[in-house]
């Protein structure tokens, strides 16, 4: 077991990034604890409504002159900021295992996906051309231009601190609008780095600002007559009786990418071996806490007799169980680890709550999680094992609700009618996915499926950031999506020119 370096070797005290300046808070501090050693490694400040009202003073007085600096202009910023998250890629990744507990495998790859997102944005010049019409009457030309809407404020979910920010903030820049970032206070760490190489890579003061906090901050931003937008990512009670409802209010642009209970379901083709594998990742990497996480997992008979369902079953869930009961868990910086702790304690309280009321349920518990057992010798206070429960059905509390946490439920279904019904069931619609090598079975899957991002032999569906990352029912509330084409639309109001030409 070898730990790799820790980038933060002394504990930091955060401070807003404010007009191009590092700001004290007047809030109080409130420690982020490494949850897989327990050790604090920094104070975030819990800012104040007057300190958000500030920064959106700063951003709206920033925003005529950025407006008009030529699209290029603004993608070399964007470049050059680029460059210095390429330059720092190890210590950035490093960060988010401190701060989140994710492997850092896992943190590499979410660094490379929030690089990824500023690259798209780079592309402004051409992702953001309107188009024309000559002669749409005699003498008389038409066009659209799109252009910047002002400022937007940009909330942060807890486990992706460092690219969930990076699906909008890229591209709400390029199009020249100035923006706010609210990162979740339970690892704001990350968005306080990219700002430090925000100011490097030369962005205008007022510009990119990040102002730390909770709530306070949030109905700050939601209640204020300057802020044009919001995009949120997290929870969907917040996202949706919180953030929608209150931008609908205001009468605000909203994006909000809300909660999800995703399912993968196994047809008898599939390949086995690299189908349990790509469930591994599916259900457990991140510890469970990701929006595309693996939840549920149907089995389908389709065209099987009893037996031969019995005989298909039984070879897949066992299958299942023991890869899963042979994953790594310690300290996401040991490069042997598969996964890492919870976020926190009261995180792990909260997924034992649910395996106790699985088996209260009546939910058979295959594999419990609950007996840890770590690579290394880490304090327990956060950690779970993967488990796994058998005989689950749709309206188990298990089955129903997020849980956030590597626990995965399998369900039984006759055939693909009722594999999708009981996915129907579910008021989420984030991800789902099938693994068959039926190209039928694939067709059919993608076309009826409700869910926003659909997998056929994949198990984590997470688009490109030259995608929207979508999702439907009480997975999303608003129109566009973040990334991509989506995201440049969200950020500009199409104008209609007609022109008569005498
Ligand atoms: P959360 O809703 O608790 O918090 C999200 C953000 O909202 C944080 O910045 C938090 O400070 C703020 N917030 C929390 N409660 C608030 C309130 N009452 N009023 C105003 N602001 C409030 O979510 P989380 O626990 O940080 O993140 C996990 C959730 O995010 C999961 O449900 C997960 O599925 C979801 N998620 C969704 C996507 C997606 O694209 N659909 C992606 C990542 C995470």
């Known amino acids: 077991m070898a730990i790799l370096e820790e980038p933060i070797k002394e504990v930091l005290t955060l401070r807003n990034y404010i007009n191009g300046e590092w700001v004290e808070s007047e809030g109080e501090l409130v420690d982020i604890v490494n949850p897989a050693t327990c050790k604090v490694i920094a104070k975030v ?32 910023c964007l470049f ?33 996906r929030g690089i990824e997102n500023v690259e798209v944005a780079t592309g402004i010049p051409s992702l953001m ?38 699906w909008f903030a890229p591209y709400a820049v390029a199009t020249g609008n100035c923006i706010i970032i609210k990162p979740s206070s339970e690892d704001p760490i990350s968005q306080a780095k990219i700002a430090g190489l925000v100011e490097e890579a030369g962005f205008p003061p007022g510009v990119w600002n990040v102002v730390n906090g909770g709530r306070t901050v949030v109905s700050g931003m939601l209640d204020h007559p300057d802020i044009r937008g919001i995009c949120f990512v997290g929870s969907t009670p917040v996202g949706r009786d919180v953030i929608y409802k209150r931008c609908g209010e205001t009468g605000k642009r909203v994006i909000a990418q809300t909660g999800a209970k995703n399912f993968l379901m196994i047809m008898p083709d599939a390949n086995l071996e690299r189908t349990i594998a790509a469930c591994m990742t599916s259900f457990y990497s991140n510890t469970g806490q990701r929006c595309l996480s693996g939840a549920n997992l149907i089995m389908v008979g389709e065209g099987l007799n009893e037996h031969e369902y019995d005989t298909f079953y039984k070879k897949t869930a066992n299958a299942f169980v023991a890869a899963a009961s042979k994953i790594r868990v310690g300290y996401g910086l040991d490069e042997s680890v598969q996964i890492g702790p919870l976020r926190d304690e009261g995180k792990k309280k909260r997924v034992i709550e649910f395996i106790t009321k699985g088996i209260e349920e009546g939910a058979k518990l295959r594999l419990d999680g609950r007996k840890v057992k770590l690579v290394g010798d880490w304090p327990h206070t956060c950690f779970l094992n993967p488990s796994v429960f058998e005989n689950v059905t749709p309206s188990m509390t298990v089955g129903r609700e997020e849980i956030f946490g590597p626990v995965a439920s399998i369900m039984r279904a006759r055939n693909l009618d009722e594999a999708i019904e009981i996915i129907h069931s579910n008021p989420y619609g984030n991800a789902a996915s099938i693994f068959t090598s039926s190209g039928k079975w694939a067709r059919e899957f993608q076309y009826r499926v409700q869910c926003g991002n659909i997998g056929i032999n994949i198990g984590i569906v997470a688009p490109m950031a030259f995608f929207p990352f979508s999702g439907m029912k009480d997975s999303f509330f608003g129109t566009l999506h973040g990334q991509g084409q989506e995201a440049i639309r969200f950020f500009t109001e199409s104008k209609v020119v007609i022109q008569r030409w005498f």
Not at 91 to 101: A, K, P, V, W
């Open 129 to 166: 051309m309107g188009y024309n019409l000559e002669d749409i009457a005699a003498d008389i030309d038409e066009y659209v231009i799109r252009q910047p809407l002002g400022v937007f404020g940009i909330i942060g979910p807890f486990n992706f601190p460092f690219m969930v920010p990076l």
């Open 45 to 76: 400040p819990i800012s104040t409504r007057e300190e958000i009202d500030a920064t959106v003073k700063a951003a709206k007085e920033a925003f005529p002159e950025w407006r008009r600096t030529p699209p290029l202009a603004r993608a070399r």
């Open 80 to 112: 050059r900021l680029r460059e210095l998250m390429e330059e720092r890629f190890e210590e950035l990744s490093r960060i988010q295992t401190m701060e989140h507990g994710k492997t850092i495998d896992e943190s590499r790859g979410e660094t490379r």
